[in-house]
């Protein structure tokens, strides 16, 4: 028995259409890789004993200084400020408040 080629081309019979519809069903239902997570950013705390209007032209230089160097506060660096407002026996409170949210 003899088998004649009658076309070179494809056909899409009912079979590669069902593996076709069914190939096409299960990639859309495949779990997808998601956002990459967030890398964790460098974090600076600083425990000052005076107020924040004392400090700022200092803080604004240190701001400019990281800057520079390509960091930017709120995208790739936190900046966390605590403040005494002159008050040095307000400094243990705010150190066991950053210790407890470092732990946390």
């Not at 966390?80 to 040095?88: P, V, W």
Request: aromatic share 8%.
């Amino acid at each position: 028995m003899q088998i004649k080629v009658l076309s070179n081309h494809w056909s899409l019979g009912r079979p590669s259409v069902f593996c076709l519809a069914l190939c096409a069903l299960l990639f859309a239902f495949c779990p997808s890789a998601g956002a990459q997570p967030t890398a964790k950013l460098p974090r600076i705390g600083f425990l000052i004993t005076s107020s924040p209007e004392a400090i700022a032209p200092r803080m604004d230089a240190f701001q400019r200084g990281l800057g520079d160097l390509g960091y930017v506060e709120g995208k790739n660096i936190i900046i966390e400020r605590r403040y005494a407002n002159g008050r040095s026996e307000q400094l243990p409170p705010l150190i066991n408040l950053k210790a407890a949210k470092q732990s946390g």
